[in-house]
């Protein structure tokens, strides 16, 4: 079965600080990888994706992703957090023997602290 | 990108009655639009997969005479639920693909008292 785990209900991180936000996935085959931003009653916003070739990729507002196959993990990442990046956190796949249908994860919550 | 909006972004109604959400995408003609359900601190849950001119397909557990989709356009999708109850009271998202990317809509909250 696909899946995608977010281990951390809830990450806290002084403002600052650098923040990890893990994502790991079970999937066969090679997944397309992405992370998705909610801010209270609204929708998603799309923040980076990995399709192919460097694992390393940048996405919106300062935030990148690692992708390392060994560890099927897709954790993301920013240097410096701001308060305004607290939000919930998706890290979704798309297997490619899934019908192209999106896997959640069940997110998680980011509080940064002034 | 693409832009997908939503209406309306709050509904309350009483519980029996039907409401209609709609879906459109506003730069982008999407054969195929998703309908997600997501419930209070919860992941998003697949619901439907909306196709232009045909029939949506259904995830399982789904029912299709209770959620009706209607993607009678390229640019417009609706969701009517129908006969609604205080259960079905949830965060409704849809969301549109292009290309690698998946872009979501802001979500309306349905609310049946």
């Known amino acids: 079965a696909q899946s995608v785990a977010q281990p951390e209900d809830q990450v806290n991180v002084a403002e600052g600080n650098p923040l990890t936000v893990k994502c790991t996935y079970s999937?066969?085959?090679?997944?397309?990888l992405f992370w998705y931003v909610q801010y209270p009653n609204r929708g998603l916003q799309f923040l980076l994706k990995?399709?192919?070739?460097?694992?390393l990729v940048k996405g919106s507002y300062g935030f990148e992703a690692e992708f390392n196959k060994s560890q099927t993990s897709f954790h993301l990442k920013k240097p410096s957090a701001l308060v305004s990046d607290s939000a919930l956190y998706f890290c979704?796949?798309?297997?490619?023997?899934?019908?192209?249908?999106?896997?959640f994860g069940a997110g998680t919550i980011l509080r940064v602290k002034s | 990108g693409a832009v997908v909006s939503q209406h309306p972004s709050r509904v309350i109604c009483k519980s029996g009655t039907s409401v209609k959400i709609e879906c459109r995408s506003l730069?982008?003609?999407?054969?195929?639009m998703f309908w997600y359900r997501q419930f209070p601190k919860q992941s998003l849950m697949l619901m439907a997969t909306?196709?232009?001119?045909?029939?949506?397909?259904?995830e399982q557990g789904v029912e299709k005479d209770k959620f009706l989709i209607n993607h009678a356009s390229l640019t417009l999708s609706t969701l009517t639920v129908t006969s609604a109850h205080p259960e079905d009271s949830s965060f409704y998202i849809c969301?549109?693909?292009?290309?690698?990317?998946?872009?979501f809509g802001p979500g309306t909250r349905l609310t049946v008292t």
């Open positions: 979704a796949v798309r297997p490619m023997e899934y019908g192209n249908k999106l896997v």
């Open positions: 999937v066969s085959g090679n997944p397309y």
């Open positions: 909306s196709n232009e001119g045909s029939k949506a397909t259904y």
């Open positions: 969301s549109v693909r292009r290309g690698y990317e998946q872009y």
């Open positions: 730069d982008f003609q999407a054969t195929t």
């Open positions: 990995y399709i192919t070739g460097d694992n």
